[in-house]
């Protein structure tokens, strides 16, 4: 069973949903004591609690997406993936420091692939970015991931862009998961061009992402292996984008035994 979620108080989850059941053929069931919406092994949940908070497990569950809204000060309508967790020693939004969730390389590589082909289908013109791993929640059991409309009311209640992510996330779920090497992303920004464009035209799975923000602020260097255990698959490889990432985690990345550095 695989779960795509959205809570009730978001406007971006409630409008990507919305599109969704156009999408793909659903029924509805019940779940639990609650109503939702099937289609083969995919079910379609709506929750009441923000999804950055979510701690309880769904049984028989391969992941989970998240259905959400992104918000930035800069206001910039944009679609986004990423893979919660938190790296350093505090918890601002959701999940608990220094714990970060199970990344699925694979359907996040494919979902942002999907994003720039719906994009592109609708005539949207519009930023497509991974982003560093960020946020709640952190504890659940499966892998989660977020598909995400940026970054105000306007955007996340946009038609247009509930209907882009809806075809992203229709056609990357019915896809056949892919068999290349797993991959952490380590250094640069929030928005992280070079990791974007490896996952965009090369197809590269990546999963959780090591900002330099959270090396600046001081993160455990252990957080590395962390984010490397937690990852769908074998990981393999960091992807390093070498003038974004601090010398002494440079060295560290080095001393991981199984781990082929790659300097992007």
């Not at 793909?24 to 999804?51: C, N, Q, R």
């Not at 082909?117 to 013109?125: F, T, Y």
């Not at 996340?156 to 797993?182: F, Q, T, Y």
């Not at 992303?185 to 061009?193: F, I, M, N, S």
Request: neutral net charge; contains cysteine.
């Amino acid at each position: 069973m695989k779960i795509l979620l959205y809570s009730k108080l978001d406007p971006a989850g409630i409008n990507i949903s919305s599109h969704l059941l156009y999408e793909l053929p659903f029924k509805e069931v019940f779940f639990g004591s609650s109503v939702a919406y099937s289609y083969d092994d995919f079910f379609l949940i709506s929750t009441d609690s923000p999804l950055i908070n979510i701690s309880h497990s769904f049984p028989n569950t391969e992941w989970v997406l998240c259905l959400s809204r992104h918000k930035s000060e800069s206001g910039m309508r944009c679609l986004t993936v990423h893979t919660p967790g938190n790296l350093c020693n505090h918890a601002d939004f959701g999940g608990k420091p220094k714990e970060v969730a199970i990344s699925n390389p694979a359907l996040q590589t494919s979902l942002l692939q999907e994003l720039r082909r719906a994009s592109s289908d609708l005539g949207l013109e519009v930023p497509i970015s991974v982003e560093a791993t960020h946020h709640g929640p952190t504890g659940l059991p499966v892998p989660v991931t977020f598909i995400e409309i940026g970054s105000d009311e306007t955007a996340w209640k946009d038609d247009l862009l509930g209907k882009a992510v809806a075809k992203a996330v229709s056609n990357s779920i019915k896809s056949s998961p892919r068999s290349n090497e797993r991959a952490i992303g380590v250094g640069g920004g929030h928005y992280p061009e070079k990791f974007t464009r490896l996952m965009l035209d090369e197809g590269a799975l990546i999963g959780h992402i090591i900002p330099k923000y959270a090396m600046n602020e001081g993160m455990d260097p252990t957080m590395f292996k962390v984010c490397i255990e937690k990852t769908l698959g074998k990981c393999s490889k960091a992807f390093v984008d070498w003038k974004g990432t601090p010398s002494k985690y440079k060295e560290f990345i080095r001393t991981i035994e199984g781990i082929e550095v790659v300097k992007v």
